[in-house]
């Protein structure tokens, strides 16, 4: 096993640490973020993405997970004092056991599988990390392939959004790109191999109910901001776009639950079009 460094003050690195929590700028020039949970901490570890340190609770016996986390994961450990770790791990009163320092991949669209069968959701500035981790964890539970996170929004590597996607931010492609130029030209790619891939707005005055609409297709769906939907330059780029019927006094829903609600659809045609087998020719 490394040798185990030891904090108990909060020096240089902790205070490193401590600013990849609430500075965007600080994770992005680092190229890092802090994880905490086991869940997350071990879908880390089994997608292949890098671990630069584990700092753990010194003064406590860790459970087996955290014991066989530090014995089988060759990285830095750190064995740091439980108001520390609190801090790091965003606590008032209880510490996390571990938390991991874990480094950011590449914000490249080509990290993102296109197949026959593609389905990935696209979110237009999103203001709240929260509702970015929802829409991942959404995407994942639904099948999708990867999600993407436009223009001038909140971080996925915010704390708020790694925590509500509940590890799935290491299961399922996330890539940031700063405007529709870079998804127009990826698409546009993707259609000359021979992959057509249909873009999907939501909208409460869509062309279409999204029951109405074959989700079966290779589909990129785009779900737009919390308050203003979705974006001019967005809209234009969509080759169809469809509503959620809804009743009572609601209007819209919240744009995660949004995205979650039209995957789901997504979904329910896919397995029952699996059920059904191949259409006869």
Not at 113 to 127: N, Q
Not at 147 to 172: E, N, P, Q
Request: one cysteine or more.
């Amino acid at each position: 096993m490394p040798a185990v460094q030891r904090i108990t003050s909060r020096n240089a690195r902790f205070q490193q640490w401590q600013a990849l929590l609430t500075n965007r700028n600080k994770r992005q020039r680092a190229g890092e973020f802090l994880v905490q949970g086991v869940r997350p901490i071990s879908l880390a570890v089994e997608h292949g993405w890098p671990v630069r340190a584990l700092i753990f609770d010194g003064s406590r016996n860790l459970s087996r997970w955290g014991q066989e986390l530090l014995r089988t994961v060759r990285t830095e450990q750190i064995a740091m004092a439980p108001a520390l770790l609190a801090e790091l791990g965003e606590k008032n009163e209880s510490a996390p056991e571990v938390i991991a320092v874990v480094g950011m991949p590449a914000d490249d669209l080509d990290r993102i599988p296109v197949g026959d069968d593609f389905l990935g959701v696209l979110f237009d500035r999103p203001t709240s990390p929260g509702n970015i981790g929802s829409i991942i964890r959404s995407a994942d539970a639904f099948g999708a392939h990867g999600v993407i996170v436009a223009g001038h929004a909140a971080d996925v590597y915010d704390s708020k959004s790694v925590r509500a996607s509940t590890g799935s931010l290491f299961a399922l492609p996330a890539v940031r790109v700063p405007a529709p130029r870079e998804v127009a030209d990826w698409v546009a790619g993707q259609r000359a191999s021979g992959r057509g891939v249909t873009l999907v707005g939501t909208d409460e005055h869509g062309d279409c109910d999204v029951f109405d609409f074959d989700f079966t297709q290779p589909v990129l769906l785009l779900v737009g901001n919390e308050t203003s939907g979705l974006s001019n330059a967005w809209r234009e780029l969509c080759d169809h776009t469809v509503s959620i019927p809804m009743t009572g006094a609601a209007s819209s829903l919240n744009a995660a639950n949004a995205g979650t609600a039209v995957l789901y659809e997504a979904a329910r045609q896919r397995i029952a079009a699996a059920r059904r087998g191949p259409r006869p020719v």
